[in-house]
């Protein structure tokens, strides 16, 4: 059995796997050989479109400013972009491939304008994945073993994977700077 890349009259490239299948006479010699050709074009070109597009995604999904998180139903966080990665104060996926449950201990959010910590049904992300569209929820995020403050704008809905899981699909973008320029302005 082989793959076999032909270019036909026509110019075009093709893809032929060839299969030979011996046939033996009774005493083990070699009698015939019957050949199957398939054409795999199609199947290969769909292969190859499929692995190019996905390359084209990454490229995208690694290289976008806002970040991006991606949590299963049952609360794991399957994926982070570099951006959710450096916003979080993350430098690898290692860190936070867990669940959402297990990061109560890590930040404290608040609402802007109250001093109180968010209830864990507040969080966005568990709000997503109840079922909640999230559009530019803002609120503070404090990491204490890091020592920082930021202010975070998060959105986020269910989606559809190809294969039909339900996952939730979270965008975060920091609008600390935004946020101190608008205060600066409303003082003055």
Same mark, same amino acid.
């Given at each position: 059995?082989?793959?076999?890349?032909?270019?036909?009259?026509?110019?075009?490239?093709?893809?032929?796997?060839?299969?030979?299948?011996?046939?033996?006479?009774?005493?083990?010699?070699?009698?015939?050989?019957?050949?199957?050709?398939?054409?795999?074009?199609?199947?290969?070109?769909?292969?190859?479109?499929?692995?190019?597009?996905?390359?084209?995604?990454?490229?995208?999904?690694?290289?976008?400013?806002?970040?991006?998180?991606?949590?299963?139903?049952?609360?794991?966080?399957?994926?982070?972009?570099?951006?959710? &990665? /450096? +916003?979080?104060?993350? !430098?690898?996926?290692? @860190?936070?491939?867990?669940?959402?449950?297990?990061?109560?201990?890590?930040?404290?959010?608040?609402?802007?304008?109250?001093?109180?910590?968010?209830?864990?049904?507040?969080?966005?992300?568990?709000?997503?994945?109840?079922?909640?569209?999230?559009?530019?929820?803002?609120?503070?995020?404090?990491?204490?073993?890091?020592?920082?403050?930021?202010?975070?704008?998060?959105?986020?809905?269910?989606?559809?994977?190809?294969?039909?899981?339900? &996952? /939730? +699909?979270?965008?975060? !973008?920091?609008?600390? @700077?935004?946020?101190?320029?608008?205060?600066?302005?409303?003082?003055?």
């Amino acid at each position: 059995e082989n793959l076999n890349q032909l270019r036909v009259p026509d110019g075009r490239e093709r893809y032929v796997r060839d299969v030979f299948v011996p046939e033996f006479a009774d005493d083990g010699t070699v009698q015939s050989v019957m050949a199957i050709s398939v054409d795999l074009t199609e199947l290969i070109e769909a292969q190859q479109a499929k692995h190019k597009s996905e390359e084209q995604l990454a490229a995208v999904m690694k290289n976008l400013t806002e970040g991006i998180i991606i949590v299963d139903r049952e609360g794991r966080f399957i994926y982070w972009n570099p951006a959710a &990665l /450096a +916003f979080h104060g993350y !430098t690898g996926m290692d @860190e936070c491939l867990r669940k959402v449950t297990e990061f109560g201990d890590t930040f404290e959010a608040r609402p802007l304008c109250e001093d109180r910590l968010l209830r864990y049904e507040e969080w966005p992300i568990i709000r997503v994945l109840s079922g909640e569209v999230v559009h530019d929820f803002q609120h503070r995020m404090r990491r204490p073993d890091q020592g920082w403050e930021k202010v975070a704008s998060y959105s986020g809905s269910l989606i559809h994977s190809t294969d039909g899981e339900k &996952l /939730a +699909f979270i965008s975060v !973008t920091d609008i600390t @700077e935004r946020k101190s320029a608008e205060d600066a302005l409303w003082e003055s």
